[in-house]
């Protein structure tokens, strides 16, 4: 299979693929129609006659391609780079398959490390009484794949329905990772809003104690227990890891790394997580999620998935993080948990 010029493909097919032995031609676009589902066209393989592009190598033009599913009212403008030679060598087959998408995000990621296989980790945020339907839609299909579900629960004083399906979790096999501390009221009975903000950033020791303390006492009061810590926004201060130590924890996962705090440990590994600020960016970022995910389970280690609540109810978002949990199990990776890998640190 080989590349081809992207001003020569047809309409409603993949502009770019490559495989482990052909190089691809580069894109860097801004997509201002269509969506995720509909730029993915989960059809049957069909081959594709391409011509022979005008560019030679090493050139660039800036041209427009049809974005597919719009029916040429969205296009995509960016600059398309050759970076393989033209004509192929004589006896390769110069068509582009237009495939599913487990298919052809199988085929996008880099050569895999035969020698070490990937632990797949799916973590969910934000749980709240309104989104709880969702989630358990979510954990369903998950359960479909055979693959295990790291919760993130923010501790809270309260036992409702999110406390009892967290705990249901956890008798059935999943993980569950404190997130911080509920601080929807405080003592003056004011309202605030702190569920996406960065707690435990920049807090010294003695003050992230004080809320280690406090969120202690409401999982105990609700009977919920953890694996071991991430903080929200997945960002945590020295001073914090230092009160995680002394409070017992063995485990803390942010943004970079997954943390023995026992051993000092410290597996580095990214979290891809599926949000977007941008209906407009929305498509770009799912494409760019998914194919990170194929490259991490190729290389082996941890590929690490997150997703809020909220964001199960866009369809992009949703379906983005199903094709990355596909595409890292069809390169051998491995449903696990959080806190699989501090059993597996304590063995």
């Keep these: ?45 069909v081959p594709v006659q391409c011509e022979e592009p005008s560019l030679p190598l090493g050139s660039a033009e800036k041209v427009a391609v049809p974005v597919p599913g719009t029916h040429g009212r969205g296009h995509s403008t960016g600059w ?25 995000l199988a085929a996008i990621g880099l050569r895999r490390n035969r020698a070490v296989d990937a632990r797949l980790l799916v973590s969910l945020s934000g749980v709240t009484p309104r989104t709880l339907h969702r989630c358990a839609d979510l954990a369903t299909e998950l359960v479909r794949r055979r693959v295990p ?17 967290v705990r249901a979790r956890r008798e059935a096999g999943d993980s569950v990772l404190l997130h911080g501390y509920d601080h929807s009221v405080l ?11 960065a707690e435990f950033a920049a807090l010294p020791a003695h003050e992230a104690r004080l809320r280690l303390i406090a969120a202690k006492a409401a999982l105990d009061t609700t009977g919920v227990q953890v694996d071991g810590f991430a903080p929200p926004r997945w960002l945590a201060s020295q001073g914090t890891l230092q009160a ?6 063995s485990l803390c996962a942010d943004l970079a790394a ?3 705090l026992h051993t000092g440990e410290v597996t580095r590994a990214r979290v891809q997580e599926f949000t977007s600020q941008s209906h407009r960016t929305e498509t770009v970022r799912c494409f760019a999620l998914v194919l990170a995910a194929a490259r991490a389970a190729r290389r082996g280690g941890l590929v690490r998935l997150d997703i809020d609540a909220g964001d ?10 199903f094709d990355a949990v596909d595409v890292a199990l069809e390169n051998r990776a491995f449903g696990s948990t959080y806190g699989s890998l501090r059993h597996a640190a304590a063995a």
């Excluded at 579900?149 to 399906?165: F, K, N, Y």
């Excluded at 003592?187 to 903000?197: F, N």
């Excluded at 995680?244 to 924890?249: K, V």
Aim: with cysteine; aromatic share 4%.
């Design 258 to 260: 997954v943390r023995n």
């Design 149 to 165: 579900l790291s919760i993130l629960h923010v501790a809270r004083t309260e036992d409702g329905p999110v406390t009892a399906w």
């Design 244 to 249: 995680l130590r002394e409070h017992g924890f």
């Design 312 to 321: 199960l109810a866009r369809p992009g978002l949703r379906q983005a993080l």
């Design 187 to 197: 003592p003056t009975h004011r309202a605030v809003q702190l569920g996406r903000k």
């Design 1 to 45: 299979m080989s590349d081809v010029h992207p001003a020569r493909v047809q309409r409603g097919s993949i502009p770019a693929v490559r495989t482990a032995e052909s190089a691809p031609v580069r894109v860097r676009a801004c997509h201002h129609g269509g969506d995720y589902l509909r730029a993915v066209p989960a059809a049957g393989l």
């Design 80 to 104: 398309f780079r050759r970076r393989s030679p033209w004509p192929p060598p004589s006896g390769r087959r110069v068509t582009l398959m237009r495939s599913s998408r487990r298919r052809l």
